[in-house]
């Protein structure tokens, strides 16, 4: 490996064994690991009953999860694969990465179905987006094992790993909106109640404590 060429390299290559940013790569993906889990606890916990969010932030939780196991299941490099080194890491990257890619497709389905029509639509958008860019790094799959050019794997991978996080996003700002909205409506009923409650029975109230004192008083 002369040097890192994104548009031609797929990203596990970055934590490929034997690669020089294979030491940077670890202790980023832990910290990615940490937030999409927080986020997918999130998520289940902002659920309040229903079925389909509850059930999507377990997925994104989970695909949070799985990296845990990445750094002990990696690739290695072309050459070495090409040569017949590979090993049973091997095997493994890659049976997480459909681990991976299963669980991202059902956290944006249950997703689509806890929201209206537009989100639903982009999911369903985004989702066709990820089977499109997933089925071209498929293709260039066999060239990566067997060392041969792959002008442009990284750029259909990068684009995939870029629509989900996207989606990650659009789903806090829906998440966000009704707390905000619910929030809101708290606040403008408990200011209604304020204003319609007249001020002689907020004076009654405060002074409730001090007239039952008077009236259990033994001086009446």
Not at 2 to 23: H, K
Not at 115 to 128: E, L, N
Not at 155 to 173: D, M, T
Request: with cysteine.
């Amino acid at each position: 490996m002369a040097g890192l060429r994104s548009a031609s390299e797929t990203v596990s290559e970055l934590s490929a064994i034997g690669a020089p940013t294979r030491s940077l790569w670890v202790p980023v993906g832990f910290l990615y690991t940490v937030l999409v889990c927080a986020f997918g606890w999130g998520v289940r916990q902002s659920a309040e009953g229903h079925r389909a969010l509850r059930v999507a932030g377990v997925l994104i939780f989970t695909y949070g999860a799985l990296g845990l196991v990445w750094p002990f299941a990696p690739m290695h490099l072309r050459p070495v694969i090409a040569a017949g080194g590979g090993t049973f890491s091997d095997t493994m990257h890659l049976v997480l990465g459909g681990v991976t890619v299963s669980l991202m497709l059902l956290a944006m389905a249950f997703g689509a179905a806890a929201f209206g029509r537009r989100f639903r639509a982009y999911s369903i958008a985004t989702i066709v987006i990820l089977a499109v860019f997933g089925a071209l790094t498929g293709l260039d799959a066999p060239r990566v094992a067997a060392n041969l050019p792959t002008p442009w794997v990284g750029v259909w991978e990068r684009i995939n790993i870029g629509v989900f996080l996207l989606w990650v996003v659009v789903l806090a700002v829906a998440l966000w909106k009704p707390a905000r909205r619910a929030g809101s409506g708290r606040l403008n009923r408990h200011a209604s109640r304020n204003r319609r409650r007249p001020p002689a029975a907020g004076c009654r109230q405060l002074l409730r404590p001090v007239l039952a004192q008077e009236a259990w008083s033994p001086f009446q």
